[in-house]
Structures are given as structure tokens and as C-alpha cells.
């Protein structure tokens, strides 16, 4: 949570990716084709390719235009720098690189950004920041872009959406981060570009019903119920996870952030706060997080609740489930 006291950049911080480039150790770089940098989805995909070499290190070309309120003589704001930062959650790699002025009233500004294929696992986010020295304090943000690229190492396509990645894993006989949690159906990791849900088939019998196509009509209505109950964990981890990576104007009003977090809190609050508009919701949210709200972070957990069970579908699995046993119970009696 961000919270900026002193006054702030308007208007648009337009940038974007002109280029990329790679190369292998021992080798020249060589530009890859226009194809794997799409500036309408906003990804550069640099996974593995047979069209490309495998490669160690890459480099990005960026530009960026700054609104005229940002280099005016005399405005609240001196020193005015722009950097692009990049995160890669999964590694906790985060590289920063400053823009360099390509005009001459310092609008117009280009970079070059070297990132080591060792450094990332999945997707890393890159965001353009503008800073500043106000009221005699240095390196303020005061202005952050609405648009944020990815840089893909896994993908070889530029697509922006990806679904919720699922992986088969044994916590007692895996990494130890995850022997901790050998008695636990799955854990949900949200630190990546997208949530990542890790299913333990060391846990007696789960791999096999979660991973079977048919069954008999008990194992069916079970894997069903169980997937449903997964979902709706899932997305109450991926809220929860959206709400700690609210960042607050200095009127105290909480902005929507960006990537999956932005999208799944429009997605899940109105049905946390189905009165109110998702903008509503969201300073109802930001407020009992805080303490300022009468009602609490505690009673918002039910909505919390309810709305994860409502996304996953699981009041209609759960009654489908009961009906579903009960017909079984019945065939078995008669």
C-alpha cells in the first residue's frame, strides 16, 4: 500500500516496447521479429522457440511520452526523471532503468533495458514510474503509467490472458518450502503473474480423483465438490492477494491495481458489496481493511466468504452433491 501525501502528475504517461532483442553467450544480438512483441496485448514473449536460439540475455528498447505539465518551468515537481521498473514476484527480481531525454523539451524520452534469462521464472510485469523532487524531497513518484507490459520466458506466443495454472506436485517428497504443508490438500501460490495452485499427490488418493476423466457416480460427484471447494480457496487467496497491492491517492482514495489483481477484484466485488458501484466497493473494502470502517475487517470476511463460494459455483456444486448422494444412497437400499 502506497500512500502519497504531495501533489501528483496528470494526465497520460503513454510508453511502450519498441523492440526487443537477444543473445546467446558468445554470440552477436540478433532483433527478433515483430511477431513475439504484440503492443496490443502488451507482451513480449520470449520463451523457447525452434525459430530463435536459446538465449542468456535479452534487451528491451522502450520509449515514452510525457504530458507538458511534467516539464514546466516553474510546476511543483523539479529534477523530473522516468524509470522503468520490472518484477518477476516468483524471483523477487526487480530491475530499474531511467529513461534518457530524445527531444528537446525532454517529453520524448527512450531506454534500453538488460534483463538475464537466470533471473526469471514465468512473467514479469514492467511498469513506467515518474519521479521527482517536491517540496525538497527527492525521487517522489508522481506519476505511474495506466499501461503495464509483460515479459514472457515461458510463452513463445505474446497472449495476455492465461488461465489458472494447475501443477501435480508430492509436498513430502518435494521442495521444503512445501514438506511444511505435506497434510494439506494444495496450497495457492499468489506471488506470480498469474495464481498458481499446487495439488499434493502425496495426500492420500487426491491425484488420482482430481486427475481422472470418468469414475463411477460417487468419485464423479466427489472430484466435482472437490474442485468446486478448490476454486472457491483459490479465489479467496487471489482477493486477499488484491487487496494488499492496493495503492491509495492522497485523498485516501484506493486505485485498482494492475494485472490479475485489478481483474479479479472487479470481478469478485459486487458480489462482496452487491449495492454499490465496484468503485464503491472497493473504498468499503480499503476502509475496513484500515480500521476506518465501523463494520471491520473481520465481518468483511463473510462477504469474502460468500462471494469466493458464489465465483466458484459452490452452493450449486454442493446441492447437486446432496442430491447426487442421495439417488446413490437410495439405488444401494433398493
Not at 23 to 51: M, N, Q
Not at 150 to 160: C, G, H, R, Y
Not at 297 to 314: C, M, P, T, V
Request: aromatic share 6%.
Amino acid at each position: 500500500m502506497k500512500v502519497y501525501p504531495y501533489r501528483r502528475l496528470t494526465g497520460n504517461v503513454s510508453w511502450r516496447v519498441d523492440s526487443a532483442a537477444i543473445k546467446s553467450e558468445g554470440e552477436p544480438w540478433e532483433e527478433i521479429e515483430s511477431k513475439y512483441v504484440s503492443a496490443v496485448e502488451r507482451v513480449v514473449a520470449l520463451g523457447p522457440d525452434e525459430d530463435r536460439p536459446d538465449w542468456d540475455r535479452a534487451r528491451l528498447r522502450l520509449s515514452v511520452g510525457l504530458p507538458a505539465k511534467a516539464v514546466e518551468p516553474g510546476g511543483p515537481w523539479h529534477d523530473v526523471k522516468v524509470v522503468a521498473v520490472l518484477t518477476e514476484r516468483a524471483t523477487n527480481t526487480r530491475t530499474a532503468v531511467e529513461f534518457f531525454p530524445a527531444s528537446d523539451d525532454g517529453r520524448e524520452r527512450t531506454a534500453e533495458l538488460y534483463l538475464h534469462r537466470c533471473d526469471l521464472l514465468d512473467r514479469a510485469s514492467l511498469d513506467v514510474h515518474v519521479v521527482a523532487t517536491v517540496d525538497g524531497v527527492r525521487g517522489r513518484v508522481i506519476a505511474t503509467s495506466d499501461t503495464e507490459w509483460f515479459v514472457d520466458v515461458i510463452e513463445a506466443a505474446p497472449s495476455l490472458a492465461r488461465e489458472l495454472d494447475v501443477k501435480m506436485v508430492g509436498f513430502a517428497s518435494g521442495a521444503g518450502r512445501l514438506q511444511r504443508y505435506k497434510d494439506s490438500p494444495w496450497v495457492i501460490d499468489t506471488t506470480g503473474r498469474i495464481p498458481l495452485v499446487r495439488v499434493n499427490t502425496d495426500f492420500d488418493g487426491l491425484g488420482d480423483l482430481i486427475g481422472a476423466d470418468g469414475g463411477n457416480g460417487a468419485e464423479k460427484t466427489v472430484r466435482e465438490l472437490l474442485l468446486a471447494q478448490m476454486c472457491s480457496d483459490v479465489w479467496t487467496a487471489v482477493f486477499h492477494s488484491a487487496v494488499g497491492e492496493l495503492e491509495v491517492e492522497e485523498d485516501d482514495t484506493p486505485l485498482f491495481p494492475h494485472g490479475w489483481q485489478g481483474e479479479v477484484l472487479r470481478e469478485m466485488l459486487p458480489d462482496v458489496y452487491s449495492d454499490r458501484s465496484p468503485e464503491q466497493a472497493l473504498r468499503e473494502v480499503h476502509a475496513a481493511r484500515t480500521g476506518v470502517s465501523s463494520t471491520g475487517w473481520g465481518e468483511l470476511q463473510a462477504r469474502i466468504h460468500f462471494a469466493a463460494s458464489r465465483r466458484a459455483g459452490l452452493p450449486r456444486t454442493l446441492s447437486t452433491t446432496i442430491r447426487d448422494l442421495e439417488r446413490l444412497t437410495q439405488g444401494d437400499d433398493a
